[in-house]
């Protein structure tokens, strides 16, 4: 599967942004599909997850960071991160990743397909 990020781009903090990820080479409900962010100098650090659209219930997480900020959601062909109250500290590289049938995961090593990428930058 191939994924692609799109939605980043450039807004003032506390504005919101929503990352769009969408996959070729197959069919994204069948993948549970993480979020992950780098900075320059930094890691990549895990976002949020949600499960695959067959899992039952369906599973989501945030990272502590995003909670309550930050929504995950699905339609049969995307995976969307919805970002409010955007901080400075939000800037970073935004990727997707995907788990065939997965329940989702919070480490990068549990996902083998990424996208490459999506800018957000978030001013004051």
């Known amino acids: 599967v191939q994924l692609t990020e799109s939605g980043g781009g450039l807004v003032q903090a506390g504005g919101s942004l929503r990352l769009s990820c969408a996959a070729s080479?197959?069919?994204?409900?069948?993948?549970?599909v993480g979020w992950f962010r780098q900075g320059p100098r930094k890691d990549r650090e895990f976002v949020a997850f949600?499960?695959?659209?067959?899992?039952?219930?369906?599973y989501t997480r945030y990272s502590d960071g995003v909670n309550f900020r930050f929504t995950v959601s699905r339609d049969n062909s995307h995976v969307y991160l919805q970002m409010n109250s955007l901080k400075p500290d939000d800037t970073d590289v935004y990727y997707c990743?995907?788990?065939?049938?997965?329940?989702?995961?919070?480490?990068?090593?549990?996902?083998?397909?990424w996208g490459q990428g999506t800018q957000v930058t978030v001013y004051s």
């Open positions: 949600m499960s695959w659209s067959g899992s039952d219930p369906t």
């Open positions: 080479g197959a069919t994204l409900s069948n993948y549970a």
């Open positions: 990743t995907a788990n065939f049938r997965g329940v989702g995961s919070s480490r990068e090593d549990d996902y083998r397909a």
